[in-house]
């Protein structure tokens, strides 16, 4: 279910080319299966025109590098960077615009949440967001 949450909003609903609905399960463990197996490899979903939905690699059936999401106007929509199933790095989204601005980007570190910065369409900066810890300081990053 995990896997499925991070990419949920983003999916489309066809399978990988190749590979039928029926082969592919997500356990309760939030790994993706092929065939009643954790998934290794490379999966890649397209929008009916044939352009690329998504992509990205799985490992033992859990997310892991960087996954691309892409509007159906070919654009970045969001890119994410991932250590075996944890966001680890930067997650980015983007305008679907003559630039492909990016609008957001968040900093994750094994699965926590770090900080973001946003941008308006203009490229114009909004005040990045911080986690803090309860005393009220950024926690430190080891």
Not at 7 to 35: F, M, N
Not at 53 to 81: A, D, I, M, Q, Y
Not at 97 to 112: F, I, L, P, Q
Request: net charge positive.
């Amino acid at each position: 279910m995990l896997l499925i949450s991070l990419i949920g909003p983003y999916a489309c609903s066809r399978k990988p080319e190749g590979v039928s609905a029926e082969r592919v399960t997500t356990g309760q463990d939030g790994k993706w299966y092929l065939d009643g197996k954790p998934w290794s490899g490379k999966h890649v979903n397209k929008f009916p025109n044939g352009k690329i939905s998504f992509e990205g690699e799985l490992v033992e059936g859990r997310p892991h590098g960087e996954w691309t999401w892409h509007f159906e106007s070919g654009n970045k929509k969001s890119r994410f960077n991932y250590a075996l199933g944890l966001k680890d790095g930067n997650e980015t989204h983007f305008y679907d615009n003559s630039n492909n601005s990016r609008m957001w980007v968040k900093t994750w570190k094994r699965g926590a949440f770090i900080e973001s910065y946003q941008w308006q369409e203009d490229g114009t900066p909004i005040l990045p967001k911080t986690r803090y810890d309860t005393n009220g300081t950024p926690p430190a990053v080891p």
